[in-house]
């Protein structure tokens, strides 16, 4: 029997991975990460260098899926080209309909491989540039950043990235998941089931708030606007997006990383700024919902991440797409727990009163 997928204890601060505590998971690499999810166990090092394989030869993107690509940069944003690329991608896998776990296991890696293709193809073309193929001898971070700028990345961005990409990688029962689950519950395929974990992650109350941290930085512009910006926007009720969380009471244990790391990038940098106006704003959030509500509310995985792509030049439209990037291993997994389960998810209207 598999260990659970995921762990919160929301009280104490806690996350697991099938066991293994965050703060172990994030030396690891993306791909061994993503085996633990999918497969349940880590891999060993024969069996980590056969799934990396896997996955950097399924990196590449055919003509029709580039084309499709320009189309959309001409109308929208990254999320709404991924959502319909991923979709349109759904035609050329061969195993397309076949759901025994073989080949539910070779469309996951399609999907986990070409994702960061698109997405940075899309960033390319949108902005006048060719697209970079992807480097098979690259990780999945580095080979990220190398096709979205076009050269190869220094060591602590690739780093920064990989850890990203495993601490927004999997959240129990988060909304995307639970679309994710809700379509494979239905039997329907694992291109669907991405298609709708993309949909729900889209909005700002959950990874479209990603986005909005980094439209927030930019607004606020240095530590010294932050405290007015903040009380502000409490006084008038109105939510600081990358703070608070449905099942966190503490920090959540990614966001510490996430605060680290961005320490990290700034003094590497030599710029303090966007660290600095976001620990600001975390004190003036902190602070002012002591006052008003008796407790604090907290930086969430969305707050440090829109800091780090503020020091990594990525720009805000396409932090939600970068999340998915990560993501998209904890909807498969799911997804595969739930073909085994071969049950439909069919809640009651009246439990939505308790969401
Ligand atoms: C990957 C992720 O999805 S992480 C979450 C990303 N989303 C954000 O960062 C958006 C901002 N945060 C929020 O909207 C919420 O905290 C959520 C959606 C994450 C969690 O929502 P819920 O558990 O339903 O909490 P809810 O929205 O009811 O908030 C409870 C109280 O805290 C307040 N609160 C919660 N989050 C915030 C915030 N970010 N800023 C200010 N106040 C907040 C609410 O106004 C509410 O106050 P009240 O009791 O006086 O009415
Ligand atoms: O768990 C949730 O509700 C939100 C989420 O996806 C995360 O925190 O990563």
Known sequence: MNKNIC????????????????NELVELPYDAVSYLLIR???????????YSARLHAERGINREVMDVIRMCNLNVDAMEALRTVVSFI?????????SSQEGNMRKAIRLIAMVPTIVAAYYRTANGKEPVPPDPSLSHGANFLYMLKGSKPDPLEAEVMEKDFILSAEHELNASTFSSRVTASTLS????????????LKGPLHGGARSEVMNMLEAIACPENAEKFVLEKI??????M????RVYKTYDPR???????????AEAKGDMHWYETAETIENAVVCELVEKR????????????GVIYKYMDIPPQLATSIFAIGRISGWIAHCFEQYEKKKIIRPRAFMLDEC
């Open 7 to 22: 762990f919160i204890d929301g009280l104490e601060g806690i996350l697991k991975y099938r066991e293994v505590d965050i």
């Open 40 to 50: 349940g166990e880590l891999p060993g090092e024969q069996e980590l260098a056969e």
């Open 90 to 98: 759904s035609q050329f896998d061969p195993d397309l309909n076949d």
């Open 189 to 200: 395929d694992l291109y669907s089931a991405v298609v709708s974990g993309l949909c729900t």
């Open 235 to 240: 006084e008038k009720r109105e939510k600081i």
């Open 242 to 245: 990358g703070f608070g969380h």
């Open 255 to 265: 966001g510490t990383i996430f605060k680290q790391l961005s320490r990290k990038l």
């Open 294 to 305: 008796g407790k604090p509310i907290y930086p969430n995985v969305d707050f440090y991440s």
